[in-house]
């Protein structure tokens, strides 16, 4: 039995006159009539009570009519799900980002997608750089917001922003009324960092920024949450240095000061599986493209 039938069978059973139904198919109603007599023969029952007068559903006609106007609307409705799959147009994403990012332009790209693809699901995660990049090659994840892009040739990464580095201070540190300070102000004071093993490229940024002005800092905690860092410098347990983005997180007992001293950047790269070229996935980086326009370069390893 093909989708014809059905068709033919649908026209019959709501015309009630295989003259009009063959009209309303374009086309003569001799094979008409021979279709619907194939499929009654298929179905091994009768759907129709012919006379000279009329035309009339039998019991088994007047249910198969229901189940076929169910069938084809069914059938109808996959076919626009996978059309609207081809085009990226529903699916899933997921999403992993490290907490600092939230703060920056990726909400806009974000609120971009959703509002283009409002039908595709967001699966959003906290994770950190050492997570993703583990999560990516496991194909755990579709996109990733880390702090450093990964060398191998089976991940593709987007220089996605750099953002400045600020000292997160306590409103009553003696340096929290200086509008910049320098770095090696710092360098008796107790710090509070991100773990090396969660993300060794934003650790070592620091120490390197710290060691290039003549000192190490004393760590005396690590949080792998920015959010976390700030809360602990506003208990006094110590001071830190943070992306710029995280001064988003904004307390009335914590201050953000910029250094004298030229800082190194740190990057926010957007990376993804090279080999993953679903459109869900391509339509985001076409978004993730037009929103950080001209304001960073492609890094592609392949």
Known sequence: ????????????????????????????????????????????VKLFERTKRQVRLTPAGTVFLEESRNLVAQLEQSIKKTRLAGQG???????????????????DVLKAFRERFPD??????????????????????DVGFLRS???????????????????ALPVT???????????????DEPFILFPRDKGASFHDLILYFCGKHGFQPRIVQEAVQMYTIVNLVAAGIGISIVPSSVSAFRREDVVFRSFSEV???VPLYA?????????VLMNFLDVLEEKTAGEVSRISHC
């Open 271 to 279: 990376s993804w599986k090279t080999d993953r070229n679903e459109t």
């Open 263 to 265: 800082a190194p950047s």
């Open 1 to 44: 039995m093909d989708l014809k039938k059905l068709h033919y069978f649908i026209a019959v059973a709501e015309e009630l006159h295989f003259n009009r139904a063959a009209k309303k198919l374009n086309m003569t109603q001799p094979p008409l009539s021979q279709q619907i007599q194939v499929l009654e023969e298929e179905l091994g």
């Open 149 to 167: 892009a990964d060398p191998s040739p089976h991940v593709t990464s987007r220089l996605y922003t750099n953002e400045s580095l600020l000292a």
């Open 89 to 107: 147009k529903i699916g899933n994403l997921s999403i992993a980002f490290v907490d600092s990012a939230v703060g920056g332009t990726m909400v």
């Open 173 to 187: 540190h003696r340096l929290a009324k200086q509008e910049f300070l320098s770095v090696h102000s710092l360098a």
């Open 120 to 141: 595709v699901q967001l699966t959003l995660t906290e994770m950190t750089t050492t997570g993703q990049l583990q999560a990516l090659h496991e194909a755990k994840i």
